[in-house]
């Protein structure tokens, strides 16, 4: 079963719009979230690291202004997009560690965010 | 050069037809592996962990070859369902981010 839970599945939303999407970890804490966009055709691209308790760490290139990221809890992770614009429009994923370092990534179900 | 690289594709073979898959990485720092499967629109998901003597699940084979650095992924059997997006993955420690490959897209018809 899915050990990651993500929602909402899609959004649509109005241009200077924010968005809040959600991960969540069940039934096991996850001290450490991944937040991945993914546009159609291309590979997956780390967004974010994000870290309970503390600040999340951001890639290259990735406004942190503009996704606002919260790990409130070490069950939970958001990714609220702000002023949303046309080119955020993609597949937003989020994934935790069920175990230690070296093991796999297991992922959310996905967020398609489309903004009009 | 990519610090990781996969096969480009896509391929498109027949059903029952084997095809394999091959993923080099940069990073000799690398220590563990994994192939995923990405169905179109939606999340990746794990297919197997890939493990220094080789390892096999049912039609799946991966193997590892640390001294040249790269990975494969044999696939037997083809089924219709196997049809896909395969992402080679590649992860560390001490901050290592895990590194995902652009993906080879297999298409298995009738």
């Known amino acids: 079963g899915a050990v990651v839970s993500q929602h909402p599945s899609w959004v649509i939303c109005k241009s200077g719009t924010s968005v809040k999407i959600e991960c969540r970890s069940l039934?096991?804490?996850?001290?450490?979230m991944f937040w991945y966009r993914q546009f159609p055709k291309q590979s997956l691209m780390l967004m974010a690291t994000?870290?309970?308790?503390?600040?999340?760490?951001?890639e290259q290139g990735v406004e942190k202004d503009k996704f606002l990221i919260n790990h409130a809890s070490l069950t939970l992770s958001t990714l609220t997009v702000t002023s949303a614009h046309p080119e955020d429009s993609s597949f937003y994923i989020c994934?935790?560690?069920?175990?230690?370092?070296?093991?796999?990534?297991?992922f959310g179900n996905g967020t398609r965010l489309t903004v009009t | 050069r990519k610090e990781v690289e996969q096969d480009p594709g896509p391929f498109n073979v027949p059903e029952g037809a084997t095809v394999a898959f091959n993923c080099t990485y940069s990073?000799?720092?690398?220590?563990?592996f994994f192939w995923y499967r990405q169905d179109c629109r939606k999340e990746p998901k794990l297919l197997m962990s890939?493990?220094?003597s080789g390892n096999e699940d049912g039609r799946f084979t991966a193997q590892l070859n640390r001294a040249s650095q790269y990975i494969s992924l044999l696939i037997r059997d083809s089924k219709l369902s196997d049809s896909a997006t395969y992402l080679c993955?590649?992860?560390?420690?001490?901050?290592?981010?895990?590194?995902f490959g652009a993906g080879t897209r297999l298409f298995v018809k009738a």
């Open positions: 994934s935790a560690r069920l175990g230690q370092v070296a093991s796999p990534l297991h």
């Open positions: 039934d096991f804490q996850a001290t450490t």
């Open positions: 994000s870290n309970e308790g503390s600040k999340a760490t951001y």
């Open positions: 990073n000799s720092a690398s220590q563990s």
């Open positions: 890939v493990y220094s």
């Open positions: 993955v590649v992860s560390g420690t001490g901050g290592f981010k895990t590194i």
